[in-house]
């Protein structure tokens, strides 16, 4: 669930333990406080006076004695005091996703909605942006996007990415090291409880987006008695036994469900030049053979040495379909279909990922939860789901390195559920090829009493501050600036 190259991947200690060993005392908070040292990081286009920090913490919280790594933090501190009420929290999507990128990305937007209602605050997760960096040595060709992620062969085959899988998990094993084996969900939610703590507030607020929406339920999870107003954007089944082994399955139907907005874009007369088709039922067609074909023939790009092949053509569109901006789309599969013109491959797809986004991504999913491990039953899920769902190619059904991770697990899967305080606000786009709707139901039921949901009749992935629907914005901001919530689940029109 932000960066398109990142976005491009999807308790042996008890919780009272970790809260034990966590919470502290407020005095303690203070301490720890004192230890930030912040100075100016100022990013061009970012809001004015963000502040940057590293924070310590330990590798392992089980043994803190153990070693300790760096995260990168920022801030950036309400300009009006007097009404300052609280500590919001951002956090980003991915896994791999910044905080601090994306507080300079979005802070502006967050202050002049906000109101000075909050200081600001960000963390940069393990081995992301500014924290102390992780590797993997993950071969370039094996973080090619259309690789790292499953898609498969010609006619379906799976045995090329089972090889791949097995040689990315190797290399995490033999050269990944105690910071790779610590990146998880857990201990995500662990950093943010030590954020807080060296903030020395009592309790954050927070806007996670995306995988963010899971990192934010389990936190409230874990530590209810923490949060104060959050907020849920663009949120996935939680299921614990799956996490994000069910979000990768759930991106077939997503897509299916999402394609028919760029069907009515593409085939609108308005498009001109653009336009692909004479009626939206005659796109889908089209892209499936022009897929087929270039699987079979790939096309040269602008890009020496890497052409366009029907799985690069393939993520493009499960990529665009994130936005609302098509153009690109359409002129790479208009440039495709016409003898002599060479495609213009975006950057996500004609860049290898650098090996620190690699490993992030991987080494968050794998060792979360444990992957189904037969190679056979991956090639039969792919079988299927590729018949059902001609756009994704079985692609969301294939076999990635967790089949065959070594490490990591230390901690079991938390169930969200409705114990806790009502203080959760969820909020989702209908369409949302990413995090589909179906999956936010499921975070929505298992959150029960303690969430209200706003449905927004929009496509893309990313609501609040993101797709210009005014009445989801409008429901954020409003129970972040009052705590007022809709009294029982709400729904947003298109472009309202």
């Known amino acids: 669930m932000r960066n398109h190259r990142r976005n491009a991947l999807l308790l042996t200690l008890s919780t009272a333990a970790v809260a034990a060993t966590l ?44 070693g300790r790594t760096t995260l990168a933090v920022s801030r950036v501190r309400s300009d009006r005091p007097a009404a300052r009420r609280g500590t919001l929290l951002v956090i980003p999507g991915g896994p791999g996703g910044s ?25 940069d997760p393990r081995g992301v942006g500014g924290s102390e960096k992780a590797r993997c040595g993950i071969a370039e060709s094996d973080r090619d996007l259309v690789h790292l992620r499953p898609w498969p062969g010609k006619d379906g085959e799976t045995g090329e ?11 995490c094993a033999r050269d990944g090291g105690a910071l790779v084996r610590s990146m998880s969900t857990a201990n995500e939610v662990r950093d ?49 036994a799956r996490v994000a082994h069910g979000w990768s399955a759930n991106m077939s139907r997503a897509l299916e469900d999402r394609f028919p907005d760029f069907a009515r874009w593409a085939a609108d007369p308005a498009r001109g030049e653009l336009r ?53 789309l359409a002129r790479m599969i208009g440039a495709a279909r016409e003898p002599g013109h060479k495609p213009v491959l975006p950057p996500y797809l004609a860049h290898p990922l650098p090996d620190e986004d690699a490993t992030v991504a991987v080494a968050t999913i794998c060792n979360d939860v444990r992957w189904p491990r037969s190679v056979r039953s991956y090639a039969r899920d792919v079988a299927a789901d590729r018949a059902r769902y001609p756009l994704t190619a079985g692609m969301p059904a294939g076999i990635v390195p967790c089949a065959f991770w070594k490490g990591g697990r230390d901690d079991k899967p938390v169930r969200i559920t409705a114990d806790g305080p009502e203080n959760i606000l969820m909020i989702q786009n209908l369409r949302d090829p990413a995090t589909p709707y179906f999956g936010a139901l499921k975070m929505r039921e298992a959150l029960g009493r303690r969430a209200r949901l706003v449905t927004v009749d929009s496509g893309g992935h990313g609501v609040y501050l993101g797709n210009g629907n005014a009445c989801g914005d409008r429901a954020v901001t409003r129970y972040l600036t009052t705590g007022e919530r809709p009294a029982r689940d709400a729904y947003c029109a298109a472009g309202r």
């Not at 209602?117 to 963390?123: F, G, H, R, T």
């Not at 499936?288 to 020496?304: I, K, V």
């Open 23 to 66: 919470s502290g005392a407020p005095v303690a908070g203070a301490q720890e406080g004192a230890g930030l040292r912040w100075k100016p990081c100022v990013r061009e286009n970012g809001p004015a006076g963000q502040e940057c920090a590293e924070l310590s913490v330990p590798v392992d919280y089980r043994r803190a004695d153990k």
């Open 161 to 171: 990415n089972a090889e791949r899988a097995r040689r990315v998990a190797d290399a």
């Open 276 to 328: 692909l088709a004479r009626r939206p039922e005659d796109v889908r067609p089209m892209f499936l053979a022009l897929a087929d074909a270039l699987d079979r023939r790939p096309e040269p790009t602008t890009t020496e040495g890497v052409p366009l092949t029907g799985n690069r053509l393939r993520q493009a569109l499960q990529q665009t379909l994130h936005g609302d901006e098509f153009e690109g």
């Open 99 to 123: 905080g601090v990128r994306r507080l300079a990305d979005k802070g502006r937007a967050l202050a002049q909605e906000l109101r000075g209602a909050y200081d600001i605050v960000a963390l």
């Open 192 to 240: 943010i409880e030590r954020f807080r703590q060296a903030l020395g507030v009592e309790k954050l607020s927070a806007w996670g987006t995306s995988y963010g929406t899971y990192v934010a339920a389990r936190y409230a999870q874990e530590f209810p008695g923490r949060t104060d107003r959050f907020v849920l954007d663009s949120n996935g089944d939680p299921d614990p």
